[in-house]
């Protein structure tokens, strides 16, 4: 079946630190990749995607690259903000008909001034 | 684009009793997803439509959920007799023809007492 796996959080880190977190997927077929961001009280935001193998997708110094040997979609930022305090989110579109997401449980990010 | 929009934001009600969420997609998007998020969790896929056609409902819809889009534009999620496992965020989504990025609006949360 399609599923993903996200590192859990909360993941608290000082403001201006590098930010990586882990999002693994289980797909049956070739699968688009996402990641959401929902901040407080918020609806989910698209920050990026990647459609196919070795594509980076990147978005307001966010970065994901689409690893097919390792099923993975791991996010990543050089330096945190505060105002990137938020649930992240990892989906995929399993490209079945619908194109209904599969996401992960989500990863809360806290950055502290 | 105006954005997803979704009516209401908050509803609280007592278990038995039946609710309404209405969700309004971006113009000319001919796809609207329903999607459930409980707390700590990420969305799960309830059901969507192409135009006014429902095309797939998920097994989590159960038959006291009701979903219509009977013009090919806004969408009705009905829950009859709700119960206390109910109590989730309600999350809408559209995309345009031939793409599937979906966008997401800001919910309504349900809660039975």
């Known amino acids: 079946g399609n599923s993903v796996t996200q590192m859990e959080g909360p993941v608290t880190l000082s403001e201006e630190a590098f930010l990586t977190i882990n999002c693994t997927y289980t797909?049956?077929?070739?699968?688009?990749l996402f990641w959401y961001v929902q901040y407080p009280g918020e609806g989910l935001q698209l920050l990026l995607k990647?459609?196919?193998?070795?594509d980076k997708g990147s978005n307001k110094g966010f970065e994901a690259t689409y690893r097919k040997e390792t099923t993975s979609f791991h996010l990543e930022k050089g330096s945190v903000q505060v105002s990137d305090s938020a649930v992240y989110f990892c989906a995929l579109n399993p490209m079945e008909y619908g194109n209904k997401l599969v996401f992960g449980a989500g990863t809360i990010l806290r950055v502290k001034s | 684009d105006t954005g997803v929009s979704q009516d209401p934001r908050h509803k609280i009600t007592k278990r038995g009793q039946n609710v309404t969420f209405r969700c309004d997609p971006i113009?000319?998007?001919?796809?609207l997803y329903w999607y459930r998020q409980t707390l700590g969790q990420g969305p799960e896929f309830l059901t969507y439509?192409?135009?006014?056609?429902?095309?797939?409902k998920s097994r989590l819809l159960s038959d006291r959920f009701s979903a219509e889009r009977p013009k090919g534009s806004f969408s009705t999620l009905e829950i009859q007799r709700t119960e206390q496992g109910d109590s989730a965020m309600y999350l809408c989504?559209?995309?345009?023809?031939?793409?599937?990025?979906?966008?997401f609006g800001p919910g309504t949360r349900l809660l039975v007492l």
């Open positions: 113009s000319e998007h001919n796809r």
């Open positions: 990647a459609t196919k193998a070795d």
């Open positions: 797909a049956t077929g070739y699968p688009s």
């Open positions: 989504a559209s995309s345009p023809p031939g793409r599937e990025t979906q966008y």
């Open positions: 439509f192409q135009n006014e056609a429902q095309l797939e």
